[in-house]
Nanobody
Framework: QVQVEESGGGLVQAGGSLELSCTAS????????MAWFRQAPGKEHEGVSC???????VVGDSVQGRFTISRDNAKSTVYLRMNSLKPEDTAMYHC????????????????????WGHGTQVTVSS
């Protein structure tokens, strides 16, 4: 049984930083692409970033230059380092695991991912 679990969310002031972690078990972690999504109240689910099995990364336009995704296959963990946080980054952040290895042009399509965590809340105060 595959389990995906996020951690690291919290309350931070604008301009601050947070690092989210996501651990996946019950799957061949090193072979799969991993992604972060977020959803703010009243807004659509948004793809934040994706990392392929070969460490190729894609970052969404709204977080370009501020967020960095990385992975540690030995720990079956993917990270999202978030710098220069803005109030509009406030959202529930979800980690997703795919049965594919590449972050293709459709990386932000939610239905492509097979496994999801319950999410971790990030709140950025102004």
């Amino acid at each position: 049984q595959v389990q995906v679990e996020e951690s690291g969310g919290g309350l931070v002031q604008a301009g601050g930083s947070l690092e989210l972690s996501c651990t996946a078990s019950g799957m061949r972690f090193e072979n799969g692409a991993m992604a972060w999504f977020r959803q703010a109240p009243g807004k659509e689910h948004e793809g934040v970033s994706c990392i392929s099995a070969t460490n190729y990364t894609v970052v969404g336009d709204s977080v370009q230059g501020r967020f960095t995704i990385s992975r540690d296959n030995a720990k079956s963990t993917v990270y999202l380092r978030m710098n220069s946080l803005k109030p509009e980054d406030t959202a529930m952040y979800h980690c997703a695991a795919g049965r594919f290895s590449v972050c293709s042009i459709s990386w932000a399509v939610q239905t492509r991912y097979s496994y999801w965590g319950h999410g971790t809340q990030v709140t950025v105060s102004s």
